[in-house]
């Protein structure tokens, strides 16, 4: 089964500080995608970040870099030089390949607060 | 610019009436998700559809329905059944092709009933 975990539902970050999200999985597909989103207080779900099961480097978008361990099936989000803009929830989810019928499976989240 | 579109942002209903939350998107994608999302909790998926005239239930289908009649819509009924309506919707939508595709999101639809 399919399986998305993050054990962090609150965390505290300094501004300008680095920060990281824990995410693990489970899954014996060989291919899956991983993403990392945001959702401010507002509601809307942002995408941060995408990591591909065979890619061999670590995914990073500005900020943002994703820790991909695959033996360890862990997908760390590391944000760098925390802003309070970044306070917010953070999901981590994965997508099965197109024919597990492209769901997505969603962890809990994670709440970052970024103090002043 | 291509989206997705969720109307109304706040609904409000009373107890016992069916109520539709709307969500259209032109992406041209081929799937689509609606998502209930409780305070301080993560996503739970309500049904998702992966091409027109098709739908699969989910893991809190009991209490919704869902049509798509057309690639670009996928309307969500929350019915009199549906025991603790009052929570925030979502819907997404993502090409069917690849795993690489993240889903897109409308920014939500937050239902009070009383």
């Known amino acids: 089964a399919q399986k998305i975990t993050q054990t962090q539902p609150g965390m505290f970050v300094q501004e300008k500080e680095a920060v990281t999200l824990d995410c693990t999985y489970d899954?014996?597909?060989?291919?899956?995608?991983l993403f990392w989103y945001k959702q401010p207080s507002s509601g809307e779900m942002i995408f941060l970040i995408y990591?591909?099961?065979?890619?061999?480097q670590n995914a990073t978008e500005g900020r943002y870099s994703l820790n991909f361990q695959k033996a360890r099936k862990s997908a760390n989000l590391v944000i760098s030089a925390s802003q309070l803009g970044d306070s917010a929830m953070y999901f981590c989810a994965m997508r099965g390949a197109w024919d597990t019928g492209n769901q997505f499976y969603f962890g809990t989240g994670t709440s970052l607060t970024v103090i002043p | 610019d291509g989206g997705i579109t969720q109307s109304p942002k706040y609904l409000f209903r009373k107890e016992g009436q069916n109520v539709t939350l709307s969500c259209e998107q032109n992406l041209n994608h081929d799937a689509m998700y609606w998502y209930r999302q409780d305070p301080g909790q993560g996503l739970r998926l309500i049904y998702y559809?992966?091409?027109?005239?098709?739908?699969q239930k989910g893991d809190i289908a009991e209490g919704y329905s869902v049509s798509r009649e057309k690639k670009e819509s996928f309307p969500l009924t929350v019915t009199s059944a549906q025991k603790n309506p009052t929570a925030f919707y979502l819907c997404?939508?993502?090409?069917?092709?690849?795993?690489?595709?993240?889903?897109?999101f409308g920014n939500g639809t937050r239902l009070t009933v009383t």
């Open positions: 899954t014996s597909d060989p291919s899956y995608g």
């Open positions: 559809s992966q091409i027109v005239n098709d739908f």
């Open positions: 990591q591909g099961s065979y890619d061999q």
């Open positions: 997404a939508s993502t090409p069917v092709s690849s795993y690489n595709s993240p889903l897109h």
